[in-house]
């Protein structure tokens, strides 16, 4: 499949919408960190109320009890085109499109022509973005041509609640058919502006407001407002002379109760209208053209000798930065961003360990947001790890504004835990690469100290050998049941105990203050800490001594072999085909497990063992997860195994540009493989490592790529690689830094 053109900045498409709805709808998702909204076409009524989807970070609501589900808030972007007797549809045969979505500066524009069966061709030309420079602001253009004769005109654009939300379980068995509504009108008003303001329908009961203002030069157009139950919008009727374009600016302004106060929502929308009117649709072009440069100053990625896969990785960089709420700690990013209901928006160990890095050495600030977030989520850790008659916090599979445990599947829920040393690993890759001290003293040791209580109390000791076995439990690789001593959580488990024993000590050291006001508030002796750290190095990681080889958990090398050619015979998940209580007894991985461990220690382990792990597991792992092959890519690479590293990494970062797994439609775009892919490039192809505080690299490019050039940010400095010809320079923030490693 190829449908679309790359060109190193922008993706674009002439195919009809016709097939594969559902997949352009998701390529050509926007978004600017606050709100985010699918690829559909505005205009297309046909468009069930859950298809129009608009998500804004963070407005979620409960659906259960304890369940929660982010809220499909009114569609601002529908349109209506009349000419004559005839309705603009822009799924119809007789309508050509083509659209381009800009990743320099988030812009979409489309293009249709429409040939009416009595008024010859029209041309409708849109362009919309949701700008990164005003988060509450969204907006589109019109301008629509009568090519061929003059004819009666109608357009109509507004905002309408007739929206509903149809989730989908996360249990990947289960497909939920449930069509909610979870957001209800209850005030609308029209004077130069259309305005109208939902709440969500559960117990968080968030207000959202929404206003649209229509600017045109055409003087002699008279705007008529239109007002029914759910909608509101503005309409134009006229008489379009032949070759004259006639252009709209519409003007969107956004605002929940989640960041005004509930009644201030009303002045805050108006003022802001107002402000929209005065700066009008070009200047604020033209300012989020300017913050999307800036954004690209820390984190274009340059590969020259392949234009798709230049094209790949800046689609993939731009949808990180587009779905991202980089000035709000009180969300994080769900495994679909927010351009789409699946997993009911929430977020998972997708944003810790494959997407964080990227923000991390890109943009400190917004990666401290995303860490910020685990730590605000601390207290409802320590209620799910009570609620499991355990000690310390247990971060959920699954979270959402609501910290508690949103997985409702029992077995990937309850024992997926590794999800829990995820996130002090993610925590301390942020400390570590940011150098900052503040959040380090004051919330990561917390963190690592809650966390580390809770895996002591998770393990069962055995007297007999003095080991610490964790039983039951699921590892990153889904197929393998639930099995003991999963490698993969066991050592990040030691891990994450040296992390909080190494932090406590600092503390004593350095801030005894803080040390004696942490250690009191949760009741931490002496003797705890020291127990933490005899007990990690008795945490059991089987390993086959003879074959230099890992074991990934207790029960794998007794599983059944399976043919894996004989069943997996394309890119979709066999878990479609063959259910997983089938599935778990045969020794097949869905998805990397020590493979990426290695990726996360690379130093911590010889290059025989990496390519044991390699050779024995990469063969039996099926990639039935999108977070597969990014992180294969970067173990190949680091092999200097080229041809399977680029094979691998083509597959992670045209994963949803080519629909690699057939689920980019149904399913929206896969943000942990867009974080995998950033990562296989920069720590695999580029080989950057951190040693001793100097940044080395240690390249092995695919040979089709004459040039590799991207930023890294370490410590607040803005570090420059550029890698060419099998040599590199580091430059940091603007002079020469060091020169490259050589090549092992
Ligand atoms: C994967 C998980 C992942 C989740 C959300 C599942 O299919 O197995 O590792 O966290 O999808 O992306």
Request: some cysteine; aromatic content about 12%; proline content about 2%.
């Amino acid at each position: 499949m190829n449908k679309l053109d790359y060109d190193g900045w922008s993706i674009k498409s002439n195919a009809s919408m016709r097939q594969d709805k559902k997949y352009y709808e998701s390529i050509f998702s926007q978004g600017n960190g606050y709100m985010g909204i699918r690829g559909s076409l505005p205009e297309d009524f046909e468009n069930q109320s859950y298809e129009r989807c608009t998500y804004i970070a963070g407005v979620f609501d409960y659906i259960k009890e304890e369940i929660t589900d982010m809220v499909n808030v009114p569609d601002y972007m529908n349109t209506k085109i009349t000419v004559g007797e005839e309705v603009f549809e822009p799924l119809h045969e007789s309508v050509d499109i083509e659209q381009t979505l800009w990743l320099r500066d988030g812009i979409l524009e489309r293009c249709y022509c429409w040939k009416t069966k009595n008024s010859g061709k029209i041309v409708i030309k849109s362009q919309r973005f949701l700008s990164i420079d005003d988060i509450h602001t969204a907006l589109i253009r019109y301008e629509i041509v009568a090519l061929e004769k003059p004819c009666d005109m109608l357009f109509e654009t507004g905002i309408s609640a007739n929206v509903s939300n149809q989730s989908i379980e996360d249990d990947q068995l289960k497909q939920n058919h449930t069509i909610l509504k979870m957001a209800m009108p209850i005030e609308a008003w029209q004077d130069e502006a259309d305005v109208l303001k939902v709440k969500t329908t559960g117990r968080a009961g968030i207000h959202i407001i929404e206003g649209s203002l229509v600017q045109t030069e055409e003087r002699e157009l008279l705007p008529e407002h239109v007002k029914e139950k759910e909608y509101v919008g503005t309409k134009y009727a006229f008489r379009a002379k032949q070759g004259k374009s006639y252009c709209f600016d519409k003007l969107i302004s956004v605002f929940t109760s989640r960041e005004c106060k509930l009644d201030q929502l009303n002045q805050v929308i108006l003022a802001h209208i107002k402000k929209n009117k005065t700066l009008g649709y070009n200047t604020m072009y033209r300012k989020n053209k300017l913050a999307w440069m800036k954004k690209w100053e820390t984190s274009d990625i340059e590969i020259e000798g392949d234009i798709k896969i230049q094209t790949a990785i800046r689609y993939n960089i731009f949808q990180l930065i587009q779905t991202n709420a980089e000035g709000d700690c009180t969300v994080n990013i769900g495994a679909r961003g927010i351009m789409h209901g699946r997993y009911k928006g929430c977020y998972f160990w997708d944003t810790d360990i494959f997407m964080l890095p990227f923000y991390v050495n890109s943009n400190q600030e917004a990666a401290r947001n995303l860490v910020m977030y685990r730590y605000l989520k601390l207290d409802d850790a320590r209620k799910n790890a009570k609620e499991l008659n355990l000690q310390g916090a247990r971060y959920p599979w699954m979270c959402s504004i609501d910290g508690r445990e949103q997985c409702e599947s029992w077995d990937i829920g309850k024992s997926e835990i590794h999800v829990t040393a995820d996130v002090a690993y993610a925590v301390d890759y942020y400390v570590r690469m940011s150098n900052d001290l503040e959040f380090y003293e004051n919330y990561a040791i917390e963190i690592y100290a809650e966390t580390a209580r809770y895996h002591v109390s998770r393990l069962t000791y055995d007297e007999n050998k003095d080991m610490y076995n964790l039983m039951f439990v699921k590892g990153p690789d889904e197929y393998c049941g639930i099995t003991s001593n999963n490698t993969y959580t066991n050592w990040m488990i030691r891990y994450n105990m040296k992390l909080a024993v190494e932090g406590l000590t600092y503390l004593k050291e350095n801030r005894a203050t803080k040390y004696h006001e942490l250690t009191c508030r949760l009741g931490i002796k002496g003797l705890e800490i020291k127990k933490w750290d005899t007990i990690r190095d008795k945490i059991s990681l089987p390993y086959d001594d003879a074959k230099y080889l890992y074991i990934q958990d207790d029960t794998f090398m007794k599983l059944e072999p399976l043919m894996i050619d004989d069943y997996k015979t394309n890119e979709s998940p066999l878990y479609h085909s063959i259910c997983f209580d089938r599935l778990q007894r045969y020794r097949v991985l869905k998805q990397a497990d020590l493979v990426l461990l290695v990726t996360l220690f690379p130093d911590d382990f010889s290059v025989e063992q990496k390519q044991a792990i390699w050779n024995y597991y990469e063969p039996l792992t099926l990639h039935d997860s999108s977070l597969s092959y990014g992180v294969h890519a970067n173990l190949a690479a680091n092999l200097s195994m080229n041809q399977q590293a680029l094979a691998y990494f083509e597959k992670s970062v045209l994963l949803d540009l080519e629909d690699i797994m057939s689920s980019t439609g149904k399913e929206g775009l896969h943000f942990a493989a867009f974080g995998a892919s950033w990562q296989a490039l920069i720590m695999g192809f580029a080989g950057i490592r951190i040693k001793e505080d100097t940044i080395t690299v240690n390249p092995n490019l695919p040979m089709n790529w004459s040039k590799l050039r991207f930023h890294f940010k370490y410590k607040g400095s803005d570090y420059q690689i550029e890698i060419k010809e099998g040599t590199g320079h580091i430059q940091k923030d603007g002079k020469i830094h060091n020169k490259m490693e050589e090549s092992d």
